[in-house]
Every structure is written in C-alpha cells, then in structure tokens.
C-alpha cells in the first residue's frame, strides 16, 4: 500500500501519526481513502465540493502531482505521497 | 569558481578591505569559493531581512558576521519575553524595546563594518517596492500569509531572489523562489489558506531552535546567490523535520499560468493582500456570527457576587499544567463527547488561552442546545492581565 506523509499542522487529526498506510491506485484515491479513515482531516484537504484545496499540494516522492496526472496519478505499493502545506510561522493573522 | 551569474559584480579595485576586514575575514579569504574578490562581493551586497523574529536572528547575525556590507531590517514589533526561546538577536535586557533598535545595536556589535538600515515599519503594499528596490537579495522572515505574498510579488515584479524560510513546531521548510530562473511563492501556493484553517506558532508553538536550522539555510543560500557558487535552491523546496532530523526535497515547477510570474500575468502591481487572504471576510464572519462575550472584569465580579456560573477551561491538559484558574478542564476536542457532563439549565462561561477556541466552544455548545453560554473574552491572558498577575501568562 501507498504510504501518506502526514505534515506537523494536520497531525492532529490522524491521533499524531505522522506517516499512513492507505489503499489506493491512485493519489485521489489513497488521499479519499485517508479522508475517510480520519473524517476530521477531510475539511482540511477537499473543499465542500470535493475538490482538493488549492493550498494543499499533495507530492508522489519529488514531484508535484498537478505535473503528473493531478489526482489520477498511479500510486503503487511503497509509494511515498507528501501533503505539503503552507506554513506561514508567528503570527494568528 | 563561480558555477552561475553572482547577484553581485565583483567590485575589484573599486573597493579594498582594510587590514582590520582582512584579518576578520581570513576563514573566508583562504577558501577559493570566496576569497578576496568574494569577501568584495559580500561587502557589496545589500540584503534585506524582513523580520527580525525566529528566523529573521540568526538570519541577520550570520549575514553581519560574514561581512554583507548592507543589511536592511524591517520590523515594527516590540521585544516581548515569549520572543526570547527563539528569536537570539534579541536580550532579556531588550524586553519592551522595538526589536529594530536592538537588532541595530547586535549587528553593530558583530561587525561595525555593516552598515545596518532601519526600517521600523510594517511593510506594505504602499512601501515595499521602495524599500525592496535598493537591495540585492530579500529573505523572507515573516510570520504571517498576507506578507508573504507581498514579499513574493514584490520580488517578482523587480526581479529580485526572495530567500523563504518558514516553520512550525518541529518542521521547516525553505527555498529560493527567483521568478527569473525558476518557480515564485504563487507557484507553489497559489492561494492562501482560510485564516484560521491552519494553526500559527503562537497557537502551535514551536521548537526555539528551529528557526536557527531555517534561518541559517537562508543565510547560506543568500550567500551562494551573491558570490553566484553552488545550486542554490531555486526550484527546489527543502523540508526540515528536526524530530525525525530528516530533510528531504521536493521539486518545484514554474506554473506557466502563475498570476504572478506566470506568461500572461494578471498580477502587475502590488495588490491588497489583507483582502486576498480573506482577514477582512473573517473578521466580518466572526462578527456576524459573533458568540457572547463575558470579560475578565465582569467574570470576577459576578464570581465574587457568588453567582452560580460553571467555568469551563477549554485548553490542553499540558497548558493547564502551565496556568489554570482552578475551573474544570474540558479540552475543545473532547468537549462533542462528554456533553452528558454539562447540564443544559445550567450557566456556563467558557475560557481558553485568548478567546478564540473558546468561542468555538461556545458555538457547539449552542448548537447543542445550550442556552447560557459566554465566552471570555481575551481568555486566561486578559485574567493574567487584569485580574490575578499570579496566574503565569504563557
């Protein structure tokens, strides 16, 4: 199975895991496969029309899936996905 | 030695280093990657570090240190006691001072051949191209989503490197977005996050030592750029995790349609970038959809009073271990799960460490069913403040 880097931010909704095994052939699948497995993550990664949010870019090893296939990229056993969010630092605003 | 065009022209005879500057930068001056033409280079190169906090320290020590002949620092905080486990440029003696002035006196101290320029102002739309544009590299050391898009744009459009570093808790993350070689900031994030969807430092916390990792890969690569040695990390983001200590790299690809530095820009002048990251919408929201507030004073008088009120803490055990008020505990995440505890007839007022979580206490507990419920405004801070000075504020 496809394993998911979970980033420090979304750590909270994955009881502190920091990497995941989830089912899937393809990022969008393993990444819906994650959301379902761990619903609080989901608002975080899909807007409410199911679309994955743009401020979450989501990487098979070094590459950006937005210059693979997007959520259609092939995922193989192994295979390491990053969600990579943006941080900003300090500051609440 | 030099493996690309440098950001700085070497000034040659132009400029000659005195023999206080040779003996200062001998370590420099006896590796061929710098040496003497390279040590003029630096001494040429104005850099600016926008933010003298976690990252904008190290940053800035480093650069003086290593002879940068102008260093810009923008800021308009004050130095404040929490800033001291991470932000190293600044002394328990510096509390209560702007952190310009005190940054001045510390790189002075490192090295008065750098001449240090003060800009103690936010920056803004309105000023940041002025600024920017006398200056050869900009790092970015902000702690917030509006300027670092203005940064961004405003390095795109003079054609300038910004040197990004950016952290939370224990991970890191840094770049060279130089839209005249590679990818921009807009590339990699297109859009900002709804504020309040991502935590900051000053809700999440953060690793003190973190920001000397980052900042300190940000003086590097603000190095390398101005003598033009080694890659730099254009079109690379480099991630930091100090608790597994891996670092690990993805690629970054210049976005052809970026609104910014992308082949038909929509982007072509500074923007409003409060508004493009959605703080006005927000605030107006969190107006409308405002909850009731009780304050510190009114809380205390009541209590005093003996009123019936339930306080409800809504924070973290480990920040209760820190500061409590002697009131029931009742994290925010457990709070769906054990309702069965609170009696809806009841009166409650809800307290976190400022107000914010706690308002969102008070919104489930409404939709729940909960008629009387206040939150407090400002949280265990405001009490510090106004109320009980024994209370530690954290």
């Not at chain 2, 000034?11 to 061929?32: D, K, Q, V």
């Not at chain 2, 890659?231 to 690990?248: I, K, Q």
Request: net charge negative.
């Amino acid at each position: 199975m496809p394993k998911v880097k979970i980033p420090t931010p979304l750590r909270q909704y994955t009881d502190g895991n920091p990497e995941i095994e989830v089912g899937g052939s393809t990022a969008g699948e393993a990444l819906g496969n994650l959301a379902s497995e761990h619903p609080d993550l989901k608002q975080h990664l899909y807007t409410g029309d199911g679309k994955l949010r743009s401020f979450v870019n989501v990487y098979k090893g070094e590459e950006d899936i937005r210059y693979l296939e997007g959520q259609d990229t092939e995922v193989a056993d192994g295979d390491e996905i990053s969600i990579i969010p943006s941080i900003a630092g300090g500051r609440c605003r | 030695m030099q493996t690309r065009q440098p950001i700085v022209e070497s000034p040659n005879g132009a400029m000659e280093l005195s023999n206080e500057e040779i003996a200062r930068y001998s370590r420099h001056l006896i590796m061929p990657e710098v040496a003497l033409d390279g040590q003029k280079q630096l001494k040429a190169a104005k850099v600016l570090t926008v933010g003298t906090g976690g990252l904008g320290s190290p940053l800035a020590l480093y650069l003086a240190a290593a002879g940068i002949g102008t260093i810009g620092i923008v800021d308009f905080d004050v130095v404040d006691e929490s800033n001291l486990q991470r932000q190293i440029i600044h002394g328990t003696s510096d509390v209560g001072r702007p952190k310009v002035e005190s940054a001045y006196d510390k790189l002075k101290d490192i090295n008065p051949n750098v001449e240090v320029r003060v800009h103690e102002e936010a920056l803004t739309s309105e000023n940041a191209l002025e600024i920017f544009e006398d200056y050869d590299v900009i790092v970015d050391g902000t702690d917030n989503f509006p300027t670092r898009y203005l940064v961004n744009d405003a390095c795109v459009l003079l054609g300038k490197p910004n040197v990004y570093g950016s952290i939370f808790r224990f991970e890191g993350q840094a770049s060279v977005f130089y839209a005249e070689e590679g990818p921009c900031y807009r590339c990699l994030y297109p859009e900002p996050p709804p504020p309040g969807l991502v935590p900051s430092c000053a809700e999440g916390g953060v690793l003190g030592i973190l920001p000397g990792a980052i900042g300190t890969i940000q003086a590097t690569e603000t190095v390398k750029l101005i003598l033009g040695i080694g890659e730099p990390l254009v079109g690379r983001l480099l991630l930091y995790d100090a608790l597994s200590m891996r670092f690990r790299e993805m690629k970054l690809r210049k976005d052809p349609d970026c609104p910014v530095c992308g082949e038909n820009p929509t982007v072509t002048e500074l923007i409003d970038y409060q508004e493009f990251c959605g703080i006005p919408q927000a605030n107006a929201a969190e107006q409308e959809n405002g909850v009731p507030e009780i304050t510190v004073g009114e809380l205390k008088t009541r209590l005093d009073n003996g009123e019936d009120i339930n306080v409800l803490d809504v924070r973290e055990p480990h920040e209760y271990e820190v500061a409590n008020i002697g009131v029931k505990l009742m994290p925010l995440g457990e709070l769906p799960q054990r309702l069965a505890e609170l009696d809806q007839d009841e009166y409650f007022v809800v307290h976190c460490k400022t107000g914010s979580r706690s308002a969102r206490a008070v919104k489930l507990l409404q939709d729940a069913g909960y008629e009387n419920v206040y939150n407090v405004k400002g949280g265990i801070t405001a009490w510090s403040e106004e109320i009980d000075p024994s209370v530690p504020k954290y």
